[in-house]
């Protein structure tokens, strides 16, 4: 008898109520893929927010930081949980779906330059420089503006973005309608001044790339300056060395670019 149970166990698989599955059913059918280093998300943040369907609108977005952080490494930890509210938020839009093209753009410039921007400021300047990590390594003009664009949340390959020319980047991230050219910095600014506040442009110039804004109605210009190598900074529009040393200005929209705004909310 005692045997007769025992075979018994051993054919249903000692099963009291364990429902109990087979390691091959719990593999996945194929192996799941490294992400490469263009496709990883951010590190999780340990106070990340999770969107849910009862709020009408996120929180705030984490404060930018201050101008010299004391701790690198507090910095870059701070700056993945900006990226996970960007997540967050970007999920709680696309639930949503009722936002207009026009204030979808200008909500992606805004965390731009209230949020992403700050973050970077102080970053080194460096002809090869292309960090990921504001304020560890160096980065080129090209870079921070594919970058940034990237940790925005639009899927670009800021490799193959930075390494363009200037006017080909414009043509690669802005809207096409709104591109042109001006060969003097008067003719440049009296356009400027036409567009509304967050408005996101970006200008090439003879041999730079960054972008131009207006706020509360002064304009900026955000840029990895290569002139003595001073790095990101955000400067006003009439004090850049920069502007006022090219030839050419290429001008186009990123707020408007319909392309743009339907990759950051599909």
């Known amino acids: ?158 490799y193959k973005v930075a390494q363009q020319a200037a006017a080909d980047i414009i043509h690669l991230l802005c809207d096409t309608t709104s591109i042109q050219e001006f060969r003097s910095l008067d003719q440049l600014r009296a356009k400027l001044e036409e567009r509304e506040n967050y408005e996101l442009l970006i200008v090439g110039l003879d041999f730079h790339v960054g972008f131009l804004y207006k706020k509360e109605d002064v304009l900026y210009f955000a840029h990895s300056n290569y002139l003595d190598r001073k790095g990101v900074e955000v400067e006003r529009f009439d004090d850049s060395p920069a502007l006022r040393q090219s030839n050419l200005y290429v001008l186009g929209s990123f707020s408007r670019n319909a392309d743009m705004i339907r990759q950051w909310t599909p």
Not at 152 to 158: A, D, K, S, V
């Open 1 to 158: 008898m005692n045997k007769i149970v025992f075979l018994l166990l051993v054919l249903f698989g000692f099963g009291c109520g364990s429902n109990a599955t087979s390691p091959s059913a719990a593999l996945p059918e194929s192996p799941v893929p490294t992400p490469s280093p263009e496709s990883a998300p951010a590190p999780a943040a340990e106070s990340e927010w999770e969107p849910t369907s009862d709020q009408v609108a996120p929180p705030p977005p984490p404060p930018p930081p201050a101008v010299s952080p004391p701790d690198p490494a507090q910095h870059a930890k701070d700056y993945a949980q900006l990226r996970q509210w960007i997540k967050g938020r970007r999920s709680e839009l696309q639930r949503a779906g009722e936002e207009s093209a026009s204030r979808l753009g200008a909500e992606m410039s805004r965390i731009l330059i209230d949020s992403i921007f700050p973050y970077w400021r102080g970053t080194p300047w460096d002809f090869n420089g292309h960090t990921a990590v504001p304020r560890q390594g160096e980065i080129a003009c090209g870079y921070f503006v594919s970058t940034t664009i990237r940790h925005l949340g639009i899927g670009i390959n800021r």
